[in-house]
């Protein structure tokens, strides 16, 4: 079979490892970046793209979603987690059939792919029919189901059964774009027992780990009421933790947890949209980075932030790290960049893959269009422009896996006026169901 070739000409590429100056050439065969270079000629080459004013750099990496929960944005506002869970969320997501869950990762992807993002990390319910969603779309994906137990035995082995299940169908699947993870929920929601036997079946299947921890102070106060240690402690005390968890969240952490998390070589997946938003509080994310750890970003679920716009993320975090230290050099734009790309796929095991702009590395590269009102005068950094000046909707090509996502801000691989027209449907069922 003859090579898909497309050549990115005249670009500024931002890369968050290997600065490569002044304008550059890009080609891609197939699924991967072949060639970078001052000038490449365009001789049988099938696509050519034209990135004058244009930064390229790596397709953004969305550590922490539940994509599906598009549907509930704007549902449960201005609440405590506890009550945003317990009386609206939860309610609605009984309701939920693979249909539901199938429609809202439709529309999840729509957005991620506008806004730049081209991998994201999925814990949710129903995540075969998510996985379909990602097949059409052409996006990159991490899925775990989401595993809660309460203790109850029956519950457990359940759970278990579908996060393998989910493995079993589904783990490189779509030209390899789909890994999965376990995904038992959190500390508080998952039993000791479940937590054990997801370090086991994770260490004999090679499988890696999706959790939320140390999400809010009440999270806090339960387990160590119930366990008489913090939720890290807890975690390392029965052997969970290791290089291969990701941890969602991650807020209140002491000192002797931070050093927890080193010793372990655990990932953390910032999510300060939601943080703000649900009043949880702010990650030490610049004490983190002191420590060599790696931090990646996330949005969390569209109903707790209320998008999935990851350069506002970083932008977000950034300035949330300034204003808690009281230091205007805590995380910086390269810091930020780097975040949102390379710290995101080491997060989630795949940075020989992606998470930088290098010959060899998988295709998944975004154009961001500095012809905008907010992008000029060019900033002389290119990270401070897309940090602090871009947002979403300045992406205007998306490539993952070396096919073309979405072009001149036009998507190629999905409908999204008739995905729209579901996803509204979908949600005024749902909220008759109740």
Same mark, same amino acid.
């Given at each position: 079979?003859?090579?898909? %070739?497309?050549?990115?000409?005249?670009?500024?590429?931002?890369?968050?490892?290997?600065?490569?100056?002044?304008?550059?050439?890009?080609?891609?065969?197939?699924?991967?970046?072949?060639?970078?270079? !001052?000038? =490449?000629?365009?001789?049988?080459?099938?696509?050519?793209?034209?990135?004058?004013?244009?930064?390229?750099?790596?397709?953004?990496?969305?550590?922490?979603?539940?994509?599906?929960?598009?549907?509930?944005?704007?549902?449960?506002?201005?609440?405590?987690?506890?009550?945003?869970?317990?009386?609206?969320?939860?309610?609605?997501?009984?309701?939920? #059939?693979? #249909?539901?869950?199938?429609?809202?990762?439709?529309?999840?992807?729509?957005?991620?792919?506008?806004?730049?993002?081209?991998?994201?990390?999925?814990?949710?319910?129903?995540?075969?029919?998510?996985?379909?969603?990602?097949?059409?779309?052409?996006?990159?994906?991490?899925?775990?189901?989401?595993?809660?137990?309460?203790?109850?035995? $029956?519950?457990?082995?359940?759970?278990?059964?579908?996060?393998?299940?989910?493995?079993?169908?589904?783990?490189?699947?779509?030209?390899?774009?789909? *890994?999965?993870?376990?995904?038992?929920?959190?500390?508080?929601?998952?039993?000791?027992?479940?937590?054990? $036997?997801?370090?086991?079946?994770?260490?004999?299947?090679?499988?890696?780990?999706?959790?939320?921890?140390?999400?809010?102070?009440?999270?806090?106060?339960?387990?160590?009421?119930?366990?008489?240690?913090?939720?890290?402690? /807890?975690?390392?005390? =029965?052997?969970?933790?290791?290089?291969?968890?990701?941890?969602?969240?991650?807020?209140?952490?002491?000192?002797?947890?931070? !050093?927890?998390?080193?010793?372990?070589?655990?990932?953390?997946?910032?999510?300060?949209?939601?943080?703000?938003?649900?009043? @949880?509080?702010?990650?030490?994310?610049?004490?983190?980075?002191?420590?060599?750890?790696?931090?990646?970003?996330? %949005?969390?679920?569209?109903? @707790?932030?209320?998008?999935?716009d990851i350069i506002e993320e970083l932008r977000t975090a950034?300035?949330?790290?300034?204003?808690? %230290?009281?230091?205007?050099?805590?995380?910086?734009?390269?810091?930020?960049?780097?975040?949102?790309?390379? #710290?995101g796929a080491r997060a989630l095991g795949l940075d020989d $893959?992606?998470?930088?702009?290098?010959?060899?590395?998988?295709?998944?590269?975004?154009?961001?269009?500095?012809?905008?009102?907010?992008?000029?005068?060019? @900033?002389?950094?290119? @990270?401070?422009?897309?940090? /602090?000046?871009?947002?979403?909707?300045?992406?205007?090509? %998306?490539?993952?896996?070396?096919?073309?996502?979405?072009?001149?801000? *036009?998507?190629?691989?999905?409908?999204?006026?008739?995905? /729209?027209?579901?996803?509204?449907?979908?949600?005024? $069922?749902?909220?008759?169901?109740?």
């Amino acid at each position: 079979m003859a090579d898909n %070739t497309i050549l990115i000409k005249n670009a500024f590429i931002l890369n968050p490892e290997n600065h490569i100056s002044g304008k550059n050439d890009v080609l891609i065969k197939n699924d991967l970046i072949h060639d970078i270079n !001052e000038e =490449i000629a365009e001789d049988n080459v099938d696509k050519v793209i034209d990135a004058t004013d244009k930064i390229l750099l790596p397709g953004f990496i969305n550590t922490h979603t539940h994509l599906s929960m598009t549907l509930f944005r704007g549902l449960a506002d201005d609440l405590s987690l506890d009550e945003w869970l317990n009386d609206n969320i939860w309610p609605m997501e009984a309701n939920l #059939n693979g #249909n539901y869950c199938y429609i809202g990762a439709l529309l999840g992807a729509v957005e991620l792919i506008k806004s730049g993002t081209t991998t994201f990390s999925d814990m949710y319910f129903f995540m075969e029919d998510v996985a379909r969603a990602v097949e059409e779309s052409g996006i990159r994906a991490v899925l775990s189901y989401g595993m809660i137990d309460f203790g109850d035995e $029956e519950k457990r082995k359940a759970e278990i059964e579908e996060n393998m299940k989910l493995f079993k169908n589904c783990h490189d699947t779509a030209d390899g774009r789909i *890994k999965v993870f376990f995904g038992p929920h959190s500390p508080y929601t998952a039993s000791e027992e479940l937590l054990k $036997e997801v370090r086991k079946l994770a260490d004999e299947n090679n499988m890696k780990i999706h959790i939320h921890v140390s999400e809010t102070q009440k999270e806090i106060d339960d387990v160590s009421a119930e366990k008489g240690l913090r939720p890290f402690e /807890y975690l390392d005390s =029965i052997g969970f933790l290791g290089p291969d968890v990701v941890c969602a969240h991650s807020v209140w952490l002491s000192d002797e947890e931070i !050093e927890i998390i080193k010793k372990n070589d655990v990932k953390i997946s910032h999510n300060p949209c939601s943080n703000m938003k649900l009043a @949880s509080g702010i990650a030490p994310v610049s004490r983190l980075l002191e420590n060599d750890i790696c931090v990646a970003i996330g %949005t969390d679920g569209a109903s @707790s932030n209320n998008n999935l716009d990851i350069i506002e993320e970083l932008r977000t975090a950034s300035l949330l790290q300034k204003v808690s %230290t009281l230091d205007p050099k805590a995380l910086t734009s390269d810091e930020a960049i780097a975040m949102g790309t390379i #710290n995101g796929a080491r997060a989630l095991g795949l940075d020989d $893959e992606i998470g930088t702009v290098e010959v060899g590395k998988k295709a998944d590269l975004i154009l961001i269009d500095t012809n905008n009102a907010n992008m000029v005068p060019d @900033s002389s950094k290119l @990270s401070s422009n897309v940090i /602090y000046s871009a947002n979403g909707s300045n992406v205007d090509t %998306t490539i993952c896996n070396g096919q073309i996502l979405m072009e001149n801000k *036009k998507l190629t691989t999905l409908d999204e006026q008739e995905i /729209y027209k579901k996803a509204r449907k979908a949600i005024e $069922e749902l909220k008759k169901a109740l």
